[in-house]
């Protein structure tokens, strides 16, 4: 158990639905990030905060939106779902913003019918 | 930018060695490891910084040249606990202070009895 924890743990929905996917870190750790996981594109990055603050994007689409609250949780708002959307979604979080060991939480398996 | 990592997979029997490579294309600041079992998370295995010096633990090392810009994950006398695929993030050098991790496809590595 790395200490991170997602909800839901599956999601199965409609295209052109949206969807919040929650993620709550580590205690301590200031750093969020959402990997976004398929079959043929691997583990790919989405999207890091840090201390509610954006930090690094990567291949975030535009229908995808992200925010850290106070309280360090984050949410990952996924729009307008399409087929190709289906995958798992990873929340990893760290202590510092910087290079740094990243506790990946248990994933949720969003299902896009 | 994502690193390409080799073998794609490799089968081994209980005891036997192995090493998995990760390469880039551009100048890496740090290298990170992880293993990853069906339907779980990403686990973290080490990190290797640019400078740094060939880590390990148990019976896991890895090394980090970085004037072949390239990592090697090397398993000695792996066990049935080993099973699983192996990824390598990538931290390219670059001149801002954004923190993206970029990963490989993956190696499947299954131990057999």
């Known amino acids: 158990d790395s200490g991170v924890t997602q909800t839901p743990k599956h999601l199965i929905t409609a295209t052109g639905q949206r969807v919040t996917l929650r993620c709550s870190p580590r205690s301590g750790d200031l750093s969020v990030y959402w990997y976004q996981q398929s079959l043929d594109q691997g583990l790919q990055f989405l999207i890091q905060?840090?201390?509610?603050?954006?930090?690094a994007k990567g291949n975030i689409l535009e229908r995808f939106s992200a925010q850290q609250f106070p309280d360090l949780h984050s949410e990952l708002n996924l729009s307008s779902l399409e087929l190709g959307d289906s995958a798992l979604y990873f929340c990893?979080?760290?202590?510092?913003?910087?290079?740094?060991?990243?506790?990946f939480g248990p994933g949720t398996r969003l299902t896009v019918l | 930018q994502q690193p390409v990592q080799s073998p794609q997979a490799v089968i081994l029997r209980e005891g036997e060695d192995a090493v998995i490579n990760c390469s880039s294309s551009k100048a890496l600041y740090s290298v990170h490891w992880y293993r990853q079992k069906h339907g779980e998370a990403p686990v973290f295995l080490m990190i290797l910084l640019k400078g740094g010096e060939q880590k390990g633990h148990e019976k896991i090392s890895a090394s980090f040249n970085e004037k072949k810009q390239q990592s090697s994950l090397y398993l000695t006398a792996s066990q049935l606990s080993y099973s699983g695929t192996y990824f390598c993030?990538?931290?390219?050098?670059?001149?801002?202070?954004?923190?993206?991790?970029?990963f490989g496809k993956g190696t499947l590595l299954t131990v057999n009895p």
């Open positions: 990893a979080s760290s202590p510092t913003t910087g290079t740094d060991t990243q506790y």
């Open positions: 993030g990538t931290e390219i050098v670059s001149g801002g202070s954004n923190y993206k991790l970029t």
């Open positions: 905060y840090y201390n509610g603050e954006e930090r």
